[in-house]
């Protein structure tokens, strides 16, 4: 069983950053591919980025590509989303989610946070 709590969601300007968290739970945080989803109002859930669970293989969507970074630090079982140059397109609720084996672009995940509300403003 994994836990995932997210952190870092707000408000911000669009052209702004913000940087999302997500703490993981449990002592096999290594070996999870983890995941950033989003899901706006009245929209489906949809992929933002991934990494594998030895870090070597990262994906992201094209909508985000070059302005976000997704990261691990083993350490803390924490996996990060760096998200810049925002734009107003990006509100959204964000999700991290862990799956065993493989990345994975598709809502395939084992198990989801609660998710935290990212809003950016004109």
């Known amino acids: 069983q994994v836990q995932l709590v997210e952190s870092g969601g707000g408000l911000v300007q669009a052209g702004g950053s913000l940087r999302l968290s997500c703490a993981a739970s449990g002592r096999t945080f290594s070996t999870y591919a983890m995941g950033w989803f989003r899901q706006a109002p009245g929209k489906e859930r949809e992929f933002v980025a991934t990494?594998?669970?030895?870090?070597?293989?990262?994906y992201y969507a094209d909508s985000v590509k070059g302005r976000f970074t997704i990261s691990r630090v083993y350490a803390k079982n924490t996996i990060f989303l760096q998200m810049n140059s925002l734009k107003p397109e990006d509100t959204a609720v964000y999700y991290c989610a862990a799956r065993g084996g493989a990345v994975a672009t598709s809502l395939e995940y084992d198990y989801w946070g609660q998710g935290t509300q990212v809003t950016v403003s004109s």
């Open positions: 990494i594998s669970s030895s870090g070597g293989r990262i």
